[in-house]
Structures are given as C-alpha cells and as structure tokens.
C-alpha cells in the first residue's frame, strides 16, 4: 500500500499535520490558563484601589470590621470567589474574609504586590494565595492610607476557577474548546485535500511507470502509447521525464529495428556469398575432376578447352573474393583514405585507354569527351580510378554489339562532373533503385559475367567522398551514371 508515492507524501504530510496540531493544542491548553487569569486581573484591576477610596477599612490602625463586611457581601453578590485580606506594610495577614482555619499563611510576599503597583507591569502577576503554601493566584491590590500614612495594603484573591486537569479546563472553558475543535477540523480538512491533491500530481508519474512496465514486457519493437500529457507542454520535472522516455523509447523500438534488419541482412550475405562462391568453385571442380578420372580418353583440344575454363573459373573466384574483401574494407568505419588533388581528365584518358582493346574486341565505340585542359579534383585517385573502371566495365559489358559508350567530364562552378553513357540494355527504374544494393543483378542481365558487387563498391567509394552516384535508364536505350567532386584549383 505504502509502495505508492501519494500514499508516502500523504503519510509525511499527516505525521507534520499530527505533530503541529498537538504542538497547537499544547500551546492553547499551557496558555488559555494564564490568558484567563490575565483577563480576571485585567478586568479587576482597580477594584481594590476603587474600595480602598470608598471604605475606610482601618481606622486609627484598627481594622474596620463594619466596613470589611459591607464590601464582602457586596462583593459576594458579584463575584463569590472572592476573598479579601488585609495586610501590614511587610504583607503580615491582620484581617480577612475567609473562614476561620482554611488560611494556611500567616503573611504573603509584599513583592508580587509591589509589582502590581507598578506603571510598566505585565498581567498576570501572581501573588501568595493565603489559603496554600503551595498556590499562587491573581490579585487585585491597593495601598491603605491614613494621613499620607501606608497603614497597609487590601489584597484581594480574584479567585476563580482552578484548573487541575485537562478535562477539567475543557470542561469550563468554552473558548478552548472551540480552538482545539477547531484545530481538529482543519487537520481532517488538509489531510483530505493533501490526499486528494497528491494522488492528483503524482497520478502521471504512476501512469508513467505503469507504461515503462508494459514497455519492458515488449519485445521493443512496438511505441508505447503515452497519454497526451507528456507532450512537454507542461514543462514541469514529471513532463520532461515522461517526453524523454517516450524519446528513449523510440530510440530502442529504433535501434532494435536496426539490429533487426542487420541481423538479417547479414544473414542474407552469408547466404548470397556461399551460393555465389559455390557455383565457380563448383564448376571448378568438375573440370578438373574430368579432366583426372578421363584423362585419357579426352583429345588435346578438348584437354586445352578443360583447363582454360577451369582457369576461367578459378579467376572469377579469385575476383569475387577480391571484390568482396574490398567492399568489406570500404565499409569498415576506419577505411583509410589517400585524398590528394589530382586531374581528373588524365584519369579518365587513362581509363580508357585501358578499355580500348576491350570495348573493340566486342565492336563498341568508346568515345571520350574530356576537356584539353587539365581538370583538378580531389580524392583518392585509386578509389576514383576503381569507380571508372567499374562503370566503363559494366558499360562496354551491358551495350550490345555496335553500340556505343562516352565517357565526358563537364566543369561545373566548383564541381567537375563525370558522366558515363552507353547505349546498352538499359534497365526498368524499379532495378535503378536496387542495383547499388549488394549481390543485386537484373534479372535479364544474368547470362552476363558478374558478381553483382561492382556497383555497392562504387556507391561506398562515392559515400567515403561525401557525395554520391546518380542512374537514368531506359530499357533498350541506354544507361547514363554520373557523380560529382569537388574542383580543385592550383
Ligand atoms: P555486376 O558484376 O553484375 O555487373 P554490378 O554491381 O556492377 O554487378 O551491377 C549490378 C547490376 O546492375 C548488374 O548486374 C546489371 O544488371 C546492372 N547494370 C550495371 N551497369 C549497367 C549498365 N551500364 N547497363 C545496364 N545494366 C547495368
């Protein structure tokens, strides 16, 4: 029950709400006492003084006994706890209105009663009571005088009610039973509203907590839905904490998806690189397996003819396990490049050179459009001459017989353009999207010699330069691929 964050604030706010209200109840029960003794003596004040003016209660220093008894029943009619005495100078008891035996003192402290008479005395001032040694009460005093003479002091006990128990102070005062009501009320009052306010405020956070629970029992891969509140709108600390999950979350469902489709992808080339090691090598052998087990009976020719498409085979094993250790090199987070400025135009003279024999051994013209002048670039001139090389390769590889292949350079502001055309096979849009993907090759084009890998490479060698290969085809048209790098001016 206490698991739950409302339920421990509500807990600590009704412990502090307890220890205040009954630190208030002390307060009142300790003070009311001594309040109500001031208001007696506050409101008695001059009575003794107001007697002494009208009676003369010692004359020729002898106690007026007539006179002592008038004030008393006239006192007693107003108020019957009162009890009159009359002092000495030194507060030496000579007279007074108690019965006979229930005075215990003989005389009281004239202190207390000098402090009464004073201008700056604060109420209440307590005097000896003369019916205990023990007790002291509030009093109302006046000096006697005869002739400017101090003959002695009335001291009158205000009296009251004494209070021996809490029960009993209740009891009689209906004041201070109004306050601690009152105290009760307004703790049962902010306890509740405290309840309720608490399980209010803290409400999103165990929403929270209950969709973080529902989250981690996903697979991850699923958004949690969490309610409209924590859009961060409210910008309090509860607010941020619910955003910032939800951010989290999609982070994971993210990073899972990745995984995910790494995981399979890898899957995939594991798969598509057995299958496509296995056919040459696989051919590899049945070549040589022939050529062992009939010896024999097989003419020269036919030998010769074994033996070169053995070799042929062991090459095209030996390029697909190149290119895959390349692009796996180029997709390596570290590749290291050589970046250098170098001209671009004898790069791809060069290129063509090479393509020449090639491009006229299959009766395609292979055309160059580079500019006279040298054209500076700059990046890794073995990677660039690689991505030439690959396009020239599949351009003279997928154009027909008396077709056509251009390569051109176009300066641009402050790029030089490498475009290679060719009037070829061509291909569907759908196969431009998914030609650069690894192991990709266009279903029409498969009696053609390839690994499918030339062009991941080319797209990674573009990435690593920061820009990227575009393709523009039509089918039995002809495909153009360009790209772009940065000019370099020396
Ligand atoms: P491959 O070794 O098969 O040529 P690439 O990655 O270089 O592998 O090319 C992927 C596929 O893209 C090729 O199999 C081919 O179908 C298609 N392709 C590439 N260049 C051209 C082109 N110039 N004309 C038509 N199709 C092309």
């Known amino acids: 029950m206490f698991n739950r964050i409302s339920n421990r604030l509500f807990l600590t706010l009704l412990i502090l709400l307890l ?17 109500l003794q001031e208001l007696n003596q506050q409101l008695n004040l001059n009575l003794a003084e107001n ?10 220093k002898k106690i007026n006994h007539k006179a002592m008894k008038t004030v008393l029943n006239g006192m007693m009619l107003v108020n019957p706890g009162i009890e009159i005495y009359i002092t000495d100078q030194q507060g030496k008891l000579l007279a007074y209105s108690a019965p006979k035996g229930v005075v215990k003192r003989e005389s009281i402290s004239i202190e207390p009663v000098k402090k009464f008479f004073q201008t700056n005395r604060r109420l ?4 000896d ?23 002695g002091y009335l001291y009158i006990v205000l009296g009251g009610q004494t209070y021996d128990s809490i029960v009993n102070i209740l009891e009689s005062n209906y004041m201070l039973r109004s306050w601690i009501s009152a105290i009760v009320i307004s703790v049962l009052i902010a306890s509740l509203i405290g309840y309720l306010l608490f399980r209010y405020i803290t409400r999103r956070v165990f929403v929270l907590s209950e969709a973080m629970d529902k989250f981690k029992k996903t697979d991850f891969t699923q958004s949690v839905v969490l309610p ?40 995939e080339l594991i798969a598509n690189v057995s299958h496509d090691l296995r056919t040459p090598l696989a051919s590899l052998q049945g070549y040589l397996e022939t050529l062992l087990l009939k010896n024999n009976s097989l003419t020269n020719i036919e030998i010769q003819e074994y033996i ?25 987070q570290d590749a290291n490049l050589n970046f250098e400025t170098f001209s671009m135009s004898e790069l791809a003279h060069d290129v063509s050179h090479k393509f020449k024999l090639n491009a006229k051994s299959k009766n395609i013209i292979l055309k160059t459009q580079i500019p006279a002048r040298p054209v500076f670039v700059s990046g890794d001139i073995g990677l660039i001459q690689r991505v030439l090389e690959n396009l020239i390769d599949n351009a003279i590889k997928y154009t027909p017989a008396g077709g056509e292949v251009e390569i051109a ?47 991941a490479i080319v797209k990674r060698i573009m990435q690593l330069h920061n820009t990227s290969i575009s393709v523009l085809s039509t089918p039995d048209k002809g495909t153009i691929f360009s790209f772009n790098l940065p000019q370099s001016i020396i």
């Open 124 to 127: 209440p001032i307590l005097g």
């Open 308 to 332: 070169q498409t053995a070799y042929e085979q062991s090459k095209r094993l030996q390029k697909l396990i190149s290119e895959l250790f390349e692009l796996a090199r180029l997709e390596n």
């Open 51 to 60: 007697i002494v003016s009208e009676k003369k209660l010692i004359i020729d």
């Open 409 to 455: 350079l176009n300066i641009g502001e402050q790029a030089i353009s490498t475009v290679i055309r060719d009037s070829g096979l061509g291909m569907t849009e759908e196969d431009t999207q998914q030609i650069f993907e690894r192991f990709y090759r266009v279903e029409k084009h498969r009696n053609e010699d390839g690994s499918g890998l030339g062009l």
């Open 19 to 35: 220890a205040l209200s009954s630190l208030y109840i002390s307060m009142v029960i300790y003070s009311a006492p001594l309040f």
């Open 228 to 267: 409209e509140r924590f859009d961060g709108r409210k910008g309090d600390e509860i607010d941020y904490l619910g955003s910032t999950f939800h951010q989290m979350s999609e982070r994971i469902i993210q990073q899972v998806k990745l995984l995910q489709h790494n995981d399979s992808s890898r899957r």
């Open 129 to 151: 009571d003369p019916r205990s040694h023990e007790t002291n009460k509030v009093f109302s005093a006046a000096p006697i005088k005869s002739n400017n003479q101090l003959d």
